[in-house]
């Protein structure tokens, strides 16, 4: 449903807001949160890599039009403001912490828990693992952490919100997943979002290559579980 | 742009000018003297490291003292209070003031604050990345004036700083509710104004962003130092008008300070600029040259200067009252009885 003058002049307002506080939030992802991360020599021994972004501020603007269109067509309130703008949306800030096996994530989780608590961040939402595939979500129920269906995107990765806990509240989202995710992940955004790919036969790749990459962390997954067998065994 | 209101710990303000030979100290002194004899309790801050207004109120053996023994742990300067925090091992220390008259107060300065100086600019940068090393090193000056404002009831706080824009000068200026600018009557004393206005705007700025992003339990300062007016000076009086030369550039300060410093900091927030009721010149000290050297060779305020003339002294006493009243008036307080 298309947005009226005054509902876009809102989206425009967000968007100028956010734009103004760009700097801090800029801050709050280079001098505070990413140091806590990059520092710590314990996540270094489990992580391939971090990478971090701020949001393009046009492409804030086409997710509050697309959340806006959608409130409208379920007659719900939209209820972002620029009070609570920073609060509301949770990916302004998105930091991405990419590992190799999937059995990694048992000790990351404990060490960012650590260090958020050491940077007195709150993690507000979270860790909740997105997932599709059976086998990996038995597996993080058997380390604790929750799981939510990925729906018709396939989308995969283990999710954090966390929270500056200050007099103006910034929020982050934190995402680890493997590598091989992030090769289908980084496709997948470059051809099939924000605007959903028109045609049929990347649509199709694009769900393919999701099965590729996850049988590929499988795959990572078993040689490094064979790789600790045969080592262990060979002790003996 | 959300800033916090003033806590109410002593009315701080700091006489600022970070261009030197405006005649920061000698206007610190007789105006927190002149303060101190309506009756208003003066805490007088010796936070410059070249430590003149301690050598200026202080006979020079007690100062020589002072200097010997500031790093030992019974030291008695500024020094000795922030040490505990630039060694890493905890609170500021509290030091005794210095009576240098009645209702009149000094924290004695020292030369090694040029260490504590450097100390800041990591400490600063630690506060950009929510260390709590970062917040105590940059709040400790702040809990010590805190400290001493309880201890004797004070209800005005004079910083005095040294000339220039370093990062001992920044958290002077954070921690203040106001600040005044002394000028000179020059063309140097004109261009250091901008410098000036922007560099107190990237100053509240960038502490907005530190205070914002801090964990809610930290103490932080102010950050919201308002401009309370500027003070030119120095210049030739005949016939009690400004002389020609000199005259000239009074407009000219204050349409730069206009400019410069009142439209930069009202970008940010309005308050942070006098309400239009008042002229941005507090009131104006001329060359008193004689009787400025004698009061530093007395180690007094010029009205209790012995060598002088009775018309000159007067005079000068009359000015530095007006300025008082000034400030009285401007930060609110009722006047004195």
Partial sequence: MKLTKAENQLVEKLVAHYAENQSKLKTFLLDQISPVLVNSTQLGECVHSFKWRLKEPSHLRDKLKRKYEECKEKKKRFTITPDNLFVKINDLVGIRILHLHTRQIAKIDKILRELFEEGRFRIIEGPFAKTWDDETKSFFDEIGIRTRQSGPSMYTSVHYVIDSNSRTRYTAEIQVRTLAEELWGEVAHTIDYPTPSKSLACKEQIRVLARVTSSCTRLVDSIFRSHEEFNSSGKK | ?337
């Fill in chain 2, 1 to 337: 742009m959300k800033l916090k209101k003033s806590k109410g710990l002593g009315t701080r303000i700091a006489i600022f000018n970070h261009k030197g030979g405006v005649g920061k100290t000698t206007l610190t002194v007789n105006i927190a003297a002149a303060l101190a004899k309506s009756g208003k309790r003066i805490l007088l801050v010796d936070s410059d490291p070249q430590c003149n207004l301690t050598a200026y109120l202080v006979e020079e053996s007690v100062v020589n003292d002072l200097l010997d023994h500031s790093d030992s742990p019974d030291g008695k300067t500024l020094w000795s209070a922030v040490k505990p925090v630039v060694d890493a091992l905890g609170e500021p220390k509290s030091i005794p003031t210095y009576e240098v008259a009645e209702r009149l107060y000094l924290l004695p300065g020292d030369v090694r604050l040029a260490e504590f100086e450097q100390e800041l600019h990591s400490l600063w940068g630690e506060c950009f990345q929510r260390r709590s090393k970062g917040f105590r090193g940059t709040t400790a000056l702040s809990d010590i004036v805190s400290k001493t404002v309880k201890q004797h009831s004070i209800d005005y706080v004079f910083y005095d700083s040294g000339p220039n824009i370093g990062a001992l000068n920044r958290v002077i200026l954070l921690d203040c509710d106001y600040f005044i600018i002394p000028a000179a009557c020059d063309l140097f004393s004109l261009r250091a104004i901008t410098t000036l206005g922007h560099t107190l705007a990237k100053w509240i700025n960038d502490w907005d962003t530190i205070s914002d992003l801090a964990p809610s339990t930290t103490e932080l300062l102010e950050g919201h130092p308002k401009l309370l007016g500027f003070i030119p000076q120095r210049f030739r009086v005949y016939g009690g008008v400004p002389a020609g030369h000199y005259a000239k550039f009074i407009p000219l300060l204050e349409k730069r300070i206009q400019a410069d410093v009142v439209n930069v900091l009202k970008k940010i927030d309005e308050t942070l600029v006098p309400a239009s009721a008042f002229p941005l010149r507090m009131g104006e000290i001329k060359d008193f040259s004689s009787l400025a050297s004698a009061s530093q060779t007395e180690g007094v305020p010029f009205f209790d200067v012995a060598a002088t003339t009775d018309i000159q002294r007067d005079e000068a006493t009359e000015s530095f009252q007006k300025l008082a009243d000034a400030i009285v008036k401007r930060t609110g307080k009722p006047a004195s009885v």
